[in-house]
């Protein structure tokens, strides 16, 4: 049986797509950054290519901390496809028309994209949710972490003990989402790639 699709996915709004490609940018290049960088240890030295690594990656945490609270400003009062609710689709029209998407995945037809898709909607906004702790927690390092003295706060420790955790969620979540995309794009030929990275 070949895998098709319910129907073709619609153009996001100018803003979200490039909220998308920003945060997308961003947190890729901070996973990437996370596998060559100095791992921050208090007391010791930020040298060398790694320890440059270490400053980028916190800096551009930073940057992406911007981003996902835009992301969620836009999200909350400026969306006009949805919203906050197309990534937490908890009214009951909206968990009817997920558990449809579902049954569709199941009997393998791909279920719509874009502003459409309610599942693929739950799932950015579990995404987000990961990447808003990841961003939060590396803040509370950023601003919070001692360079010089070997002690660590419990909040520094615990935050950095969750970012960790959610680190290795947004890898997952990564790999997952770029997979499916992918996959998405090749089987149902509809687009969604290129019309979500597009600008124009």
């Known amino acids: 049986m ?51 690594m270490l400053e980028l990656h916190e800096w551009i945490g930073m940057a992406a901390l911007a981003i996902v609270l835009l992301h969620w400003l836009w999200s909350l009062w400026g969306a006009a496809q949805g919203g906050v609710n197309h990534l937490f689709p908890w009214r009951r029209e909206d968990r009817v028309r997920m558990g449809q998407e579902l049954r569709d995945l199941a009997s393998l037809h791909l279920p719509p994209g874009g502003p459409e898709g309610r599942l693929s909607g739950f799932v950015h906004g579990l995404g987000l949710l990961a990447v808003t702790a990841m961003v939060l927690t590396g ?62």
């Open 2 to 52: 070949n895998i098709t699709s319910q129907s073709p996915s619609s153009f996001w709004d100018a803003n979200t797509r490039l909220l998308h490609l920003g945060l997308a940018s961003l947190v890729t290049f901070e996973l990437l950054a996370s596998l060559i960088m100095q791992e921050p240890e208090s007391g010791r030295p930020i040298t060398g290519f790694g320890g440059a």
């Open 139 to 200: 803040a509370v390092l950023f601003f919070g972490m001692p360079e010089e003295s070997s002690r660590l706060t419990p909040l520094t420790e615990t935050s950095e003990e969750i970012h960790e955790i959610f680190a290795t969620i947004v890898w997952i979540y990564w790999g997952g989402h770029v997979a499916l995309a992918v996959l998405h794009e090749v089987l149902a030929r509809d687009g969604s790639l290129s019309r979500m990275f597009r600008l124009g």
